[in-house]
């Protein structure tokens, strides 16, 4: 027995003033998130020379979070014109990027405290959209008919 997916969801749905409010502030968020991840990672080539605020888990992290932020903003403009599988990957690679963000934040040494304060940035950008995408409404938009 094959399942039917079902289709995105309607215009008139994404055209309440509520849904547009909440995916307007879901752009703005992961774009700052995307800037400040882009803008971290041509630091990071500026400070290359210097062991102290450079390592090699400081490249592999940016590296990680500048994807992660292209993804997410990827999945945030599909959402928002109602692809319900784009939303469903918002939601768990905002919640994980978090996760791991916390975990980047909490790991004693291993990251500058440079990278720690940015990535706390980046954190509270993303716990925006984690609330946003995670709520009510946009919740009932997006689920099953």
């Known amino acids: 027995m094959d399942k039917q997916q079902p289709g995105p969801v309607p215009e008139a749905d994404l055209r309440h003033p509520v849904s547009r409010k909440a995916f307007r502030t ?62 469903r990957r918002l939601r768990v690679v905002s919640g994980v990027m978090v996760i791991a963000i916390i975990v980047i934040v909490a790991l004693p040494g291993t990251f500058p405290l440079w990278l720690k304060t940015e990535q706390a940035v980046c954190g509270l950008l993303l716990s925006g959209v984690v609330l946003i995408v995670n709520g009510r409404h946009l919740r009932a938009l997006f689920a099953a008919r």
Do not use: M
């Not at 998130?33 to 062991?51: P, W």
């Not at 999945?75 to 599988?85: D, E, N, W, Y």
């Open 26 to 87: 879901v752009k703005v968020l992961v774009g700052g998130y995307v800037v400040l991840s882009v803008l971290t990672l041509v630091a990071i080539a500026l400070l290359r020379d210097d062991a102290d605020a450079v390592n090699s888990a400081v490249w592999v992290r940016a590296g990680i979070v500048v994807a992660s932020a292209l993804f997410t903003r990827a999945f945030a403009v599909r959402a928002a014109r109602g692809s319900r599988g784009a939303y």
